[in-house]
């Protein structure tokens, strides 16, 4: 693995540690991997390649998830997805239900009924339902409870219990965060958002994506606009700004060459690009995180 300061931010693969975690599902507490890693492992920005699923059952503290920060306190839920960047807080200040898993442990309804957008993406629930911390002490019964004499039930209850989990927190997503729910054109918006995600570091042209998904640019526009807030060309300058920060946070690429990487021309039209909407350079945000520009 590698840290932070040298080629990349620490790119971390699911290892199940026990037999009880085979079937890519593994529910442990934040006490427990501090006592198997040691506490280094938490001082270094992650990217995980696994989902990692955080209920804080005491205390408080902070996280940042794809640089956005936030405080929490018991009862808050976080979702880290495969390929965001993580950093811990005090990892002393809170205990906390942790839920590792892989894509594979969904089925693949449920993985497109909580598919959304890199964009509007919600990570973080301050305060949930009860019932939701009744569904996470029943997951980690279920995985502490496994029958080896039926493992493809126990696989089969832990999978169930774990997508309840998601698709609760899905409904708790106000429809403001979720720009396909709760829209009659969210069929349009689905269609957007999936081909920004195709083409972002190829076109920034609202054209080109309003031709792919087969409307005018005005009606792409509007219903944009009408499900997030966003006109269409802010919407995808938001998923480009989202990957020009995780390539200067990941990886030791020169400025010109994410340049490159994300479709701009030359590196002066990406540094004015990047500097309107972070309010810095390129360079200067990756000082900020204590990288230095190359």
Not at 158 to 175: E, G, K, M, Q, S
Request: aromatic fraction near 10%.
């Amino acid at each position: 693995m590698v840290k932070f300061g040298q080629d990349r931010i620490r790119a971390i693969t699911y290892q199940p540690p026990s037999l009880a975690a085979r079937h890519g599902i593994e529910v442990t507490t934040l006490r427990h991997m501090r006592d198997r890693v040691g506490q280094a492992e938490f001082a270094d920005p992650q990217c995980p390649h696994f989902h990692l699923l955080t209920l804080v059952t005491g205390g408080n503290g902070r996280h940042e998830i794809d640089f956005m920060s936030s405080e929490f306190t018991s009862g808050a839920v976080w979702w880290v997805h495969p390929g965001q960047v993580q950093r811990w807080g005090d990892v002393y200040a809170y205990d906390a239900t942790v839920v590792l898993f892989e894509d594979a442990a969904l089925d693949s309804t449920t993985q497109s009924l909580l598919s959304t957008s890199e964009v509007h993406r919600q990570c973080c629930w301050h305060e949930v339902d009860p019932s939701v911390l009744a569904l996470f002490e029943h997951l980690a019964w279920s995985y502490g409870n496994q029958s080896s004499s039926r493992p493809g039930a126990s696989a089969a209850l832990l999978r169930h219990n774990l997508a309840t989990i998601l698709l609760t927190l899905r409904a708790l997503t106000p429809d403001g965060k979720d720009p396909a729910r709760g829209h009659a054109d969210a069929s349009i918006v689905e269609l957007f958002s999936a081909a920004v995600e195709r083409g972002f570091a190829t076109t920034r042209s609202v054209g080109d994506y309003a031709h792919e998904v087969g409307y005018s640019e005005k009606t792409l526009t509007r219903s944009v606009r009408a499900a997030t807030g966003f006109t269409a060309k802010q919407y995808i300058d938001a998923r480009v700004m989202l990957e020009s920060k995780r390539l200067l946070a990941h990886t030791r690429s020169t400025t010109s060459s994410i340049a490159t990487q994300l479709g701009f021309t030359d590196v002066s039209n990406f540094a004015k690009f990047f500097a309107t909407r972070a309010g810095m350079s390129p360079s200067d945000f990756r000082t900020s995180l204590g990288r230095t520009n190359h």
